[in-house]
Nanobody
Framework: QVQLVESGGGLVRAGDSLRLSCTAS????????MGWFRQAPEKEREFVAA????????NYADSVKGRFSISRDNAKNTLYLQMNSLKPEDTAVYYC??????????????????WGQGTQVTVSS
């Protein structure tokens, strides 16, 4: 079983950038496809981005395409989410998740088996 810990969240202004990190322990990150999801207050959890085990497949939500970039460094057991041109509507708790089917980049939260505790991102206008 893999344990996931997110970091890098914070309070920023609209137009700023942030980079989230997700560090894995217990198992090597390279055994999993990985994803980022987010949940805003009183809203359902939504897909943000996903990446297959070697980065060969990447998937983004339409709302973040062109602004966010997902990447991974398996040697460092770390997943990243570079967020640029942030908007107030990006405010949410961001979660990383691991999918045992390492070859895909699923947008479905039910496909992910392990989840981190989340990191808060707040974007002020």
């Amino acid at each position: 079983q893999v344990q996931l810990v997110e970091s890098g969240g914070g309070l920023v202004r609209a137009g700023d950038s942030l980079r989230l990190s997700c560090t894995a322990s217990g198992r090597t990150l390279g055994q999993y496809a990985m994803g980022w999801f987010r949940q805003a207050p009183e809203k359902e959890r939504e897909f943000v981005a996903a990446i297959s085990w070697n980065g060969g497949r990447i998937n983004y939500a339409d709302s973040v395409k062109g602004r966010f970039s997902i990447s991974r460094d398996n040697a460092k057991n770390t997943l990243y989410l570079q967020m640029n041109s942030l908007k107030p509507e990006d405010t949410a708790v961001y979660y990383c998740a691991a999918d045992r089917l390492y070859y895909r980049a699923s947008a479905q939260s039910n496909d992910f088996n392990y989840w981190g505790q989340g990191t808060q991102v707040t974007v002020s206008s």
